[in-house]
């Protein structure tokens, strides 16, 4: 199985792009995020032409998440158990839960041969002062709840959490100049104890041991691409059970070349879970 994630800020305006890409490079499991679309607006039939089944969840022209499998797509689900939901002008975390606010459409998840796959956009956080930085704050909470109860459950459980998490993990994962320590979400010290609290709760990064170098994002203002001043903030992170298939993974950066590009690029894992007498497992170079 070829697995990717690509925030692909807008799934209307660069369709023809992200099909060329899925078809192009083999994907079977495509996650998307920001596709800035209701669901009954997603372009099913483009996909359904090129060899996709597509689960996509959204409700407006913001956020807007999706996942498209050659393999059928089975217990689909759109919001995990305990995720926050976000009310404009209403803090929550520290300040107190909105326990009535409604749910963003952040999050889809599907079994899919076997693989518990979910396609996330965590929230921005916006500023370090914003109720949406604590909005973030308990979604990632509550995200590694879900987490830790459903290895708990099934420690061999092959499970992915996939997407792009507005956060650089170390000071290694931000190049952008204009997100300092201190002073910008991102890179704030809960936001990374909100990381690695998740990935404590039984997943890990397994593109960062066979690509440990390369951003994801790069904002468009001020050069940030041909300067290469981006951030890796999109992530795959797999159970162990996940993690013992990847038998390679690749950032794709020349994705944000071109003529309208997304500000983010596809991160790819190949998975094996054929075990170690497979002939079959893909080279990757």
């Known amino acids: ?89 209403h803090p929550s975390s520290g300040s107190g839960q909105v326990p009535d606010a409604p749910q963003e459409a952040r999050a889809i998840g599907a079994t899919i041969e076997g693989v518990e796959v979910w396609s996330l956009y965590v929230p921005n956080g916006r500023t370090l002062q914003d109720p949406h930085y604590y909005y973030k704050l308990d979604w990632l909470a509550a995200l590694a709840g879900y987490t830790r109860e459903a290895l708990t459950g099934d420690p061999d459980l092959p499970l992915a959490l996939v997407g792009d998490f507005n ?62 001043q981006g951030m890796r903030i999109d992530f795959i992170l797999g159970s162990k059970a996940f993690a013992d298939a990847v038998a390679g993974a690749q950032i794709h950066r020349d994705e944000r070349k071109g003529e309208a590009p ?15 007498d497979d002939d079959d497992r893909p080279m990757i170079f």
């Open 167 to 228: 956060i650089a993990p170390t000071d290694a994962d931000n190049g952008d100049p204009a997100v300092v320590p201190g002073f910008s979400t991102h890179v704030s010290p809960p936001e990374r104890e909100a990381f690695a609290a998740l990935e404590a709760a039984g997943v890990s990064d397994v593109v960062r041991p066979l690509v440990p170098a390369g951003y994801t994002y790069w904002d468009y203002k001020q050069l940030r691409f041909p300067r290469n």
């Open 262 to 276: 997304s500000d983010h690029v596809p991160v790819v894992v190949d998975l094996d879970f054929g075990g170690p």
């Open 1 to 89: 199985m070829r697995l990717a994630t690509w925030n692909v800020n807008s799934i209307r305006a660069r369709v023809d792009r992200i099909i060329g890409f899925a078809v192009r490079e083999h994907i079977d499991v495509l996650a998307m995020q920001e596709i800035k679309c209701k669901a009954e607006q997603f372009p099913y039939e483009v996909f359904e032409e090129a060899g996709y089944h597509v689960e996509a969840h959204g409700f407006s022209q913001w956020n807007g998440v999706a996942i498209a499998s050659r393999a059928p797509i089975e217990n689909v689900r759109t919001a995990f158990p305990g995720m926050p939901g976000f009310a404009k002008g």
